[in-house]
């Protein structure tokens, strides 16, 4: 469905809410489309180019990012906004969709705070995965033990 003016700014602001001002734009093109719930007629999944960039969640009405929107988001953004930064061996455990523990984060963006939506990256900035934080950025380097961030997709899904 094409997006009107109205929807598209409404989309915009909640990514410069959620994440930081400006992004919206970035991220949300005036080329997108998107699809709304049959039942309650709110946005559900946004599009560009047929390629699923994100998810409004319909529990709290925040961007769950999806691969192409965390793509997106990286080429946009300089470091470290957004991103965990993980060790290089333990990406092939991630990119399958497994959590992140704290022990494996070597840099973080100091303002995640838990339940943020935050980019899983490799120490080269290669997008890993995504997930929801856990942990504050404080506690995902302090800590030597527990979950960091919960992986919702990893590049590389069995």
């Known amino acids: 469905m094409e997006v ?41 999944f946004i599009y560009l180019n047929g390629n699923l960039l994100s998810t409004i969640r319909p529990k709290d009405g925040k961007i769950a990012l999806h691969m192409k929107g965390a793509e997106i988001l990286l080429k946009g953004i300089e470091k470290p906004k957004l991103r965990v930064v993980i060790l290089k061996d333990i990406a092939p455990f991630i990119q399958r969709g497994r959590n992140v523990f704290a022990k494996h984060v070597v840099d973080v963006d100091p303002n995640i705070r838990p339940g943020d939506e935050v980019i899983i990256v490799d120490p080269d900035d290669n997008l890993i995965a995504i997930g929801r934080a856990v942990l504050s950025a404080k506690e995902m380097l302090a800590f030597r033990s527990g979950v960091a961030v919960k992986t919702r997709t990893g590049n590389i899904m069995d």
């Open 4 to 44: 009107d003016y109205q929807t598209l700014r409404k989309i915009r602001c909640i990514a410069d809410y959620q994440f930081f001002p400006g992004i919206g734009n970035k991220l949300f093109p005036r080329e997108i489309t998107i699809s709304r719930s049959p039942k309650t007629g709110k946005i559900r």
